[in-house]
């Protein structure tokens, strides 16, 4: 992977625990010489991954809709920043960008952003692995509930297989680039046509 998408928190909790991983997936990316794609704002967790990024020589790119840029939470500081007109367009750059997704710990919109492109992959619009960077159990309930997801018929085990976990990013990034994802292989398997 040349580049990976970060979904995370606008906000920031103070876990030193969660500030050393993202210091360690910083590293790691830079290290592996992969850029940074994210959410474009200084604050929180997206604001201290950019800048372990940028403190380690890499290259961080932020795609930000005007409205936020509007508030003053876009960073200044980066390699690149894109201004889009809405959220859409933003995941949709940030997708574009990319080689691979992961999400750190957040909120409503980490979680929204996340799904949008799972659901994506799943429906064979990309082939850029997802994966969940589960941070001291974080996610655990929420992998949880895929699972449940799975044993309701909800969702097809290859399906959930889609979503890599690990609370390791050397490990995490390690799984993404392992893997070989056929989109409509996907598509069809799920829909038991082939």
Known sequence: ??????????????DPILKDTVELLAGTMVSQNITLVYGGGWVG????????????????????PQFLMDKEVGHTGL???RVVENMHQ??????????????LPGGFGTLEEFFEVLTWLQLGLHNNPVGILNVNG?????????DVMVEHSFLKPANRDLVLSSGDPIELISMMNSIDIKPDEVWFRDRNLS
Request: proline share 0%; hydrophobic share 50%.
């Open 1 to 14: 992977m040349q580049s990976i998408c970060v979904f995370c928190g606008a906000n920031f909790n103070g």
């Open 138 to 146: 974080f996610y655990d309930l929420l992998l949880k509930q895929m």
């Open 45 to 64: 967790v997206m604001g201290i991954l950019a800048d372990a990024v940028l403190k380690r020589g890499g290259k961080a790119i932020g795609v930000i």
């Open 79 to 81: 390699t690149e920043l």
């Open 90 to 103: 933003r995941k949709q750059v940030m997708n574009d960008l990319c080689d691979g997704i992961i999400m």
